[in-house]
């Protein structure tokens, strides 16, 4: 044999045995799907997990819920512009039971957790915890956090932390700002923002909304707020962060939505930075579908000069000229698009494409080529193992199929735009992988192929109460990897998907499905995200967002579960599964 060939074959044998020593084998015991009332009313967890074959026992453990007192203050109370306490119609305090994402911060010794709540106006809390020495966490103080100085906070979704140990949080559904009346009102749903200033309708705008945003914490407990300009502005289901802390991707939840990359000028700073947007080519419909990704340019801005423009409260007739469509073509200078505006015709006023491309980044991505046709494109996490990029997509339908809703004809939904995205209807939803990261704008992250990975199905164990079968995905929402293992964590946003929401752990390796937590009737399952070393202990973050708040409760007269027994059920939990070994 060629003396070069057995030197590759040695390390190449080398190299596989160091992937197989860098990656743990973990797997967690099994819950049941839940079958009696009383087991559709609680939180219900797995109690075992292995590591390498070794087993360890955890739990579900609540930190705090929704409304609890915790010193002087009420986790989850709202505020408005002024610091004081917001009232509900008959007078009531206003607290959210909508409790989302939660990070936790280690900072010099001691720990705190940052929780936000995704209602109209939001809260954000910092909390600090005690850890024991088993790695069980209590709170001991909550403080709200202010963010006056931008107008307050809008229906913040997911999030990560990001490496330099911030709260990178979001502003989701984004007010269509091509839709706002005389009198400020665009729906009921934004109204509901006018509360964060007594009601005024004329002191919000809906540029003030849709912006990630960051929240660091000393070692005093003291938060600092920001919402960052320069990343765009759309529905943010989160940001994540890549470990080169330059590079960002984006979930953009909704219907005609598209895939958004950042990749900022310097690392641990994302005030100023270059935008992107992805063309979806794709290359087959089989197997949940797969295509090759090219990535356009909106072009670089900074926080401080996109503020500056929102602040002065700018309109969309500012930014664009806008024609109802009629026809198939636009006049000269318009570009017709659809996006999640609709069909539109469109043309960038001048001098406006660096404010266009931050405060409209979803429109302006669709004038410059990009794909706007994803459907609630929800979570997203890297897994360094394998340099592979997950993405959940809730439901692949309506802009994702071609020319279709739910399988049926319809145009709704691709006319005026390029039908770049043609799948077949999927109303449970899938997981995607983005691969093929190469080193492209500075970044060495950039994906160039997309395909399916795991995805639900309307066939199986289903039944009246689940439209998907209990033995698969309904509607993945969040998700994380499971540093230095073989599991991908999938968390569910489901109604009529499934009855009770659950959490799941994937099996890369042998696309085993294991069901490691179930949720009470009309709740969402939230802040799925895996920390794997917090002092000495594992944790995977998972709140329990508004139960009895969905409509996803028995609804046949045998079996008609009643609401919720007492208002304090309806409270949300914010705790985690674990304490888990960390995973070195």
């Known amino acids: 044999m060629d003396k070069k060939i057995v030197t590759l074959s040695v390390v190449s044998l080398l190299a596989g045995t160091l992937w197989a020593k860098s990656v743990h084998s973990v797997e967690f015991q099994n819950i049941s799907v839940p079958k009696t009332d009383a087991q559709k009313r609680l939180v219900r967890a797995t109690h075992k997990m292995s590591v390498d074959g070794k087993s360890y026992e955890i739990g579900y453990h609540t930190i705090l819920r929704s ?4 010193g002087d203050n009420i986790f989850g109370l709202v505020y408005d512009h002024n610091g004081k306490p917001i009232a509900e119609k008959d007078g009531s305090l206003m607290i959210s039971d909508s409790n989302d994402f939660t990070s936790l911060l280690p900072v010099n010794g001691k720990l705190y957790m940052v929780s936000h709540f995704e209602s109209r106006p939001a809260a954000v809390y910092v909390s600090e915890l005690k850890q024991d020495k088993d790695g069980n966490l209590k709170a001991i103080s909550t ?27 979001s502003e989701e559904y984004e007010p269509n700002a091509a839709k706002v009346k005389p009198n400020g009102s665009i729906n009921p749903y934004y109204d509901a923002m006018a509360a964060y200033y007594g009601g005024d309708l004329k002191k919000i705008n809906p540029y003030y ?4 945003t960051e929240i660091s914490v000393n070692g005093n407990g ?3 707020a920001v919402k960052h300009y320069s990343m765009g502005r759309f529905s943010h289901e989160l940001a994540y962060v890549m470990p080169d802390e330059r590079t960002v991707f984006f979930g953009d939840d909704g219907t005609n939505t598209a895939l958004f990359m950042f990749i900022a000028d310097n690392k641990a700073d994302l005030t100023s930075g270059n935008l992107y947007a992805a063309k979806w080519m794709q290359t087959s419909a089989k197997n949940g579908g797969s295509a090759k990704l090219k990535w356009i340019s909106l072009g670089h801005a900074d926080d401080a000069s996109i503020k500056k423009v929102v602040d002065k ?5 500012d930014i664009f000229e806008s024609i109802t469509p009629d026809g198939a073509t636009p006049p000269k200078g318009f570009t017709s698009i659809h996006a999640s505006g609709g069909h539109e015709w469109l043309k960038i006023k001048k001098g406006m494409d660096e404010i266009a491309s931050r405060l409209e980044a979803r429109r302006y991505a669709a004038i410059k080529g990009a794909t706007t046709e994803f459907r609630k494109m929800e979570g997203i996490t890297f897994n360094p193992n394998r340099n592979e990029i997950y993405v959940s997509i809730s439901s692949v339908g309506k802009s994702m199929e071609d020319n279709m809703k739910k399988g049926k004809p319809n145009d709704h939904y691709d006319i005026g735009g390029p039908n770049d995205i043609r799948l077949p209807y999927n109303p449970c939803g899938a997981v995607f992988k983005m691969s093929d990261l190469r080193e492209e704008f500075g970044s060495k992250y950039v994906p160039h192929e997309m395909s399916s990975l795991v995805a639900g199905s309307t066939k199986g164990k289903t039944d009246k109460f689940n439209k998907c079968s209990i033995d698969g995905l309904a509607n993945p929402d969040n998700i994380s990897y499971l540093q230095n293992s073989n599991q991908l964590i999938i968390g569910e946003d489901t109604g009529s998907g499934h009855q009770n929401d659950y959490i799941w ?3 890369l390796d042998n696309g085993k499905l294991t069901r490691i937590e179930t949720t009470p009737y009309g709740s969402e399952t939230t802040s799925v995200y895996h920390y794997n070393d917090i002092y000495g202990h594992g944790y995977i973050m998972s709140v329990v967002q508004h139960p009895y708040g969905e409509g996803d409760r028995v609804t046949s007269e045998e079996n008609m579960p009643k609401m919720a027994k007492n208002p304090n059920d309806k409270h949300a939990y914010t705790g985690y599964i674990g304490p888990l070994p960390v995973l070195k």
């Open 313 to 317: 409260g700018l309109r969309f007739n």
């Open 67 to 70: 409304g609890q007192v915790v």
């Open 143 to 169: 403080k709200n956090v202010d963010f006056s100085k931008d107008h307050g906070l809008w229906v913040p979704c997911a999030g990560c932390r990001t490496p330099w140990m911030t709260h990178l949080g």
């Open 222 to 224: 003291e938060a600092k």
């Open 209 to 212: 909304y849709g912006w990630i």
């Open 505 to 507: 752990s994937y099996n």
